[in-house]
T-cell receptor
C-alpha cells in the first residue's frame, strides 16, 4: 500500500490563480480530511468527508472547495489564491473517523505570490 | 473556543534519557486522544492513542498518560534516541461521535548525542 499520496509536493501560484491539490489513498478508508499547517498554529481542519458523496466544513473552510466522487480521492480546490493561503497542506484518512487514528500524506507546500 | 495546547514549545534531552512531553486540553467532552510525531518535511506520523476510559497506555518505548481530572495528557519516551528528534503534537476529538481532530501547536524535541 502506498498509503496517502499527495501531489504536487511544491507549488507556487500568483494571487488570483486557481488550482487543485490532489489526495489519494489506497487503504479503502471512508474518512478523509484536509488540514493546513502554519508556523505556530498547528494543524487546522479545512474540510472533511465521511464517505463518497459527503463533505463538510472544518475550522477554516473559506476559500477552499472539496468534492468526494470516489472513496479513494479527495481533491482540494483553491478558487482564487490569496497570499494568506500560503501554507503546507496535509491530507489524511482513517477507516471511520471518530476514534480512529488518521494517516497523513507528506504534504503540499504552497506559496502564493 | 476550546483547544488543545502544550506546556513547553521546545525540549532538549540527552540521548538515553527519558523524555516527557506534556499537553493540556480544555474540552471536557473529548474522549479520544492521539500523539503524532512530525519529522522535517514529512506529514504527522501516528505514535499512540488513548481513549477516555483509560488512564495509561503503553507502546514500544512510548507511554501515554491521561489525567481527566486536570485535563492533562503526556507522552513519555524511554531511552530517547537521535531518531526521536521531531515535533510532537497531541490531538483530540471534539467529543463522542465527532470526526474533527483538534491539534495542539506542537513541541520540538531535540536529542543531544
Amino acid at each position: 500500500n502506498a498509503g496517502v499520496t499527495q501531489t504536487p509536493e511544491f507549488q507556487v501560484l500568483k494571487t488570483g490563480q486557481s488550482m487543485t491539490l490532489q489526495c489519494a489513498q489506497d487503504m479503502n478508508h471512508e474518512y478523509m480530511s484536509w488540514y493546513r499547517q502554519d508556523p505556530g498554529m498547528g494543524l487546522r481542519l479545512i474540510h472533511y468527508s465521511v464517505g463518497a458523496g459527503i463533505t463538510d466544513q472544518g475550522e477554516v473552510p473559506n476559500g477552499y472547495n472539496v468534492s468526494r466522487s470516489t472513496t479513494e480521492d479527495f481533491p482540494l480546490r483553491l478558487l482564487s489564491a490569496a497570499p494568506s493561503q500560503t501554507s503546507v497542506y496535509f491530507c489524511a484518512s482513517s477507516y471511520s473517523g471518530g476514534e480512529q487514528p488518521q494517516h497523513f500524506g507528506d504534504g503540499t507546500r504552497l506559496s502564493i505570490l | 473556543g476550546e483547544s488543545v495546547g502544550l506546556h513547553l514549545p521546545t525540549l532538549s534531552v540527552q540521548e538515553g534519557d527519558n523524555s516527557i512531553i506534556n499537553c493540556a486540553y480544555s474540552n471536557s467532552a473529548s474522549d479520544y486522544f492521539i500523539w503524532y510525531k512530525q519529522e522535517s518535511g514529512k506529514g504527522p506520523q501516528f505514535i499512540i492513542d488513548i481513549r477516555s476510559n483509560m488512564d495509561k497506555r503503553q507502546g514500544q518505548r512510548v507511554t501515554v498518560l491521561l489525567n481527566k481530572t486536570v485535563k492533562h495528557l503526556s507522552l513519555q519516551i524511554a531511552a530517547t534516541q537521535p531518531g526521536d528528534s521531531a515535533v510532537y503534537f497531541c490531538a483530540e476529538t471534539a467529543g463522542a461521535g465527532s470526526y474533527q481532530l483538534t491539534f495542539g501547536k506542537g513541541t520540538k524535541l531535540s536529542v543531544i548525542p
